[in-house]
């Protein structure tokens, strides 16, 4: 198993160039009708631009002939500007090019004044954002963790996760520390309204086996809106659907406080501590203890200093 200081990049960033000319009037979104009433659903690649599983899945699926048989399809490589720096020398040094796309997504960064490159995509892409009724947002993590579901928690989106059967964890709950994530941005984030948007977190960013799970989960994220056909599925699957799915809820999210944080071990993500109290990272000198029975180990960020978000603890809710 690679450790997080060595993170070889086995996987190969498709040439998204063909795609720049979409039919939808923005650049690197297309719109795929099947003139049939059913769901208006997208899917995101590349909202950070070195989670480069989301763009391969995309390809390789568009390239076999995925199509939607019934509503419409919209897929968007979010932040082709980002993506197209991906240097495999350098791979984490393309995440975004002025800001963290993924934190921008309130009413006061999309109608303020601010402007940067993520600022600007976003707001082309938001008219998208404001319409459709589901959204699956593909990204990758750090570490070689299992893949992940991130919801916000909602009771909806549960049932959506449910639905999916993929992949065997799902999070509710942010954790956060800054800003908005899009799965929270507006009526995803309503109780009231059905429109729903979750997120995969697909594997280490660049193993292989991540754009696997990539590509599964748009497949069965389509399969539970009954858009595709179960043939290309069944044709196209990569990996086997889990016999049931932990529900885990995030209860906290920490940002380092020292300049000498570590972990106790080389945690990868999802590790369980069944009791409460024991420790499991130290910053400044100072014990990190678990809160609670069955408290779980979500994304552990081996490369944030002072300041950003380290981990996220979650509890673990139920297995299905
Ligand atoms: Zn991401």
Known sequence: MPTATATPVELVAP????????????????????????????????????????????????????????????????????????????????????????????????????????????????????????????HSMGTYSDPILLVHGLDKEIRFARAM??????????????????????????????????????????AKATADVAVDSVLLYLTALDMVDPGFVAEHQRTAKPERQTLLTVTDGYAIRSDDFHFTKDYKGLERFAKAGEVFAVDGGEELRTPYDNCVLVMPNHRAVKGQRVFRLARLMEVD
């Open 15 to 138: 040439d998204l160039l063909p795609y720049r000319d979409g039919n939808t009037g923005v650049d690197y979104v297309h719109c795929l009708d099947s003139g049939r009433a059913g769901p208006d659903a997208m899917i995101n690649a590349v909202i950070h631009g070195n989670e480069i599983c989301g763009a391969i899945a995309l390809d390789y699926l568009l390239s076999a002939g995925l199509r939607p048989h019934r509503g419409r399809l919209t897929v968007a490589f979010v932040n082709p500007e980002a993506y197209f720096r991906f240097d495999p020398s350098k791979p984490t040094e393309s995440r975004f090019v002025d800001e963290d796309m993924n934190r921008v997504w309130t009413s006061e960064r999309l109608d303020g004044g601010e402007d940067s490159a993520e600022l600007r995509r976003a707001r082309a892409l938001r008219p998208f954002y404001d319409r459709v009724e589901r959204l699956l947002d593909i």
């Open 165 to 206: 059967g993929y992949p065997a964890t799902v999070a509710g709950g942010s954790g956060h520390i800054e800003g908005r994530r899009l799965i929270e941005y507006a009526t995803f984030n309503d109780p009231a309204d059905d429109r729903i948007a979750v997120l995969i977190e697909c594997g280490q960013h660049w």
